[in-house]
């Protein structure tokens, strides 16, 4: 540890300099006079991971391009936030927009259907949506709405989201697939639900559901369409790369599907051996890895048909990826091709596998949650707070004699080098720290130990400043200004909203929704409400790789700030959970005519205290009753007047109906 320097007294010059001038970072961003909205857009990538549906006003507003039958149509962000203001609808807010749902469902099926003409494939393709990747009432009922004129299905892995796609889809020629373990009253619905004429697939996950579907199957006289999951042994990369391969959780290894085809040949079944199920895993970043599956998949296609099994279906699961931080690379949250290439590539794959062996092409189905359902969906919230780790003006002049470690810190400051920088840094923290230990003995005082802080967060900013003047920093220096990047506290919780971002460090695209004609000249990360470390948003989309801050703007005294995280749609509302108990947010759906008007088509209360409460085993009426047991027995005690429990107890009730965000 070298002590700092002691200089000559030009030297000192500079650091009256410094004492004087602004020590944030992030504050040395002056406000560009020549910014303009193009600058908002490259910051903030809107144009790389907004797929077309999201732009940004003259006005310097986000705003949505909403695809209508009248061409785009496009809405300015501060009419969703004023109409929701008129509401009464308080933030956060999860804003469905309903364009996109359709243009995303359309997109789908009119991708698949023109690669078919494009390759001269002879036979059709059929979507089914996951329904776990967002069951919310109004989106699968808006999936089987706008899908209707593609026979858009629905994919159902346990009973309840069987019982939705049987009550929801409106054709009998959308496919229902079964997937998940299936015990004998789901293997039941599904067996009268083809009585009825639907679709229905029970794709066979384990040789054990094989005898109940057989026994089922004759009980009633129906005879079942039947899929087998097969375990590909192809590796995808990303996230899910668990997905696939032999110790993927799902799916027959080899020696179990020639088990089932024994079985079904025993019973005389073998005719209702339809269809073939992998699914390699979601969000597959790399096209080559679905080339691969699509390919290696054909070979156990041909060989059940070899085996004697009719087949027809090639169902190739999910997996089609979104392109959340627009690198359209292969990394884990981007993807390396796009619709049309995902399409033709498949259909390609099947054609080269299928055709020499002159197989008849099969119908080929997808079950992309993801994608169709990422875009549609942004979580609306405004800013509470913001601590900006700004060190306060230093006492002029600095006392000296306090503590050797203070007197240091005085030293250090006055005496900060570009080619020392590192070691600035070393040894602030250095007495910075033995100055906290000199208070825990008692030999600083609370105001001495704050004003050492105080003088090593201004060498840190100061060093910070002057880290872009070095000829290589190292990465230590270069994160200095992350680390005192200021934190804006958000009006949401991460656990309930956007659960992926702490579970799996999924990147979402987090950009404010207005002001941004004006150059935002802070540097932050996101915090939640909830009081818990995780509670965070640290991972940003960046211009050239994604960065650990985010350009915001300085609030104003009495003006919202608010921010959208875009490409919410799938698995956030579901996975989301109650973490410090925070539920549900508002949902509001909005459509976009084709004469251009916003309209709310649905509006749905976020939960109140006393359903989140309820959620976890309390009974609000039981709980109020006991609050005001104790209410009554302050007035007994001469406590609280008559008049004050009635106060006490109306503002317990109306919490009980409250929002469980921060109400302004
Ligand atoms: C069997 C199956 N099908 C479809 C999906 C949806 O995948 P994605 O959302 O990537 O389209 C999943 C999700 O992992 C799945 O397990």
Redesign the pocket.
Known sequence: MNPPDTSTSSEIEPCERLKNRPHNIAENLAADSDWTIDDARELYGIQRWGMGYFGISEQGNATVEAPTINGVKTIDFSEILDGLKQRGLDMPVMLRLENLLDDRITQLNEGFASAIRETNYHGEYRAVF?I??NQQNHVIAEIARFGERFNHGL?A?SKAELLIALSTLPSNDSLIVC?GYKDEEFIDLGLQARRMGLLVFFVIETPKEVPIILRRAKHWGIEPLIGVRVKLSTQVDGH?SN?AGDRSL?GLSTVQLIEIIDLLREAEMLHCLQMLHF?L???IPNIRNIRDGVTEACRFYLDLIKEGAPMGYFDL?????VDYDGSASIDGHSRNYDLDEYCVDIIESIMASLDPHNVAHPTIVS?????TVAPMSVLLFDILDVNDFQPLPLPDPLPEGIHSSIDFLIDILRHIKVRRLQENVNDAIYYRDKARRAFQTGQVSLRERALAENICLTILHQVAQQVPEMSRPPESLLSIKDSLSDIYYGNFSVFQSLPDAWAIQQIFPVMPVHRLDEEPTRHAIIGDLTCDCDGQLNQFVGTAANTKTLRLHQLRDDEAYCLGVFLVG?YQETLGDLHNLFGDTNIVSVRVTEAGQLEFVRELKGDSIGDVLSYVEYEPQSIYEQFRARAEKAVREGKITVAQRQEMLQLFSESLRGYTYFEG
């Open positions: 996951p776990k990747v994919e892995g997937n899910w997905d799902f699914h895993g979601s969000q699961g999910g997996g089609l990826a079950e992309s949650g993801r994608w799938a």
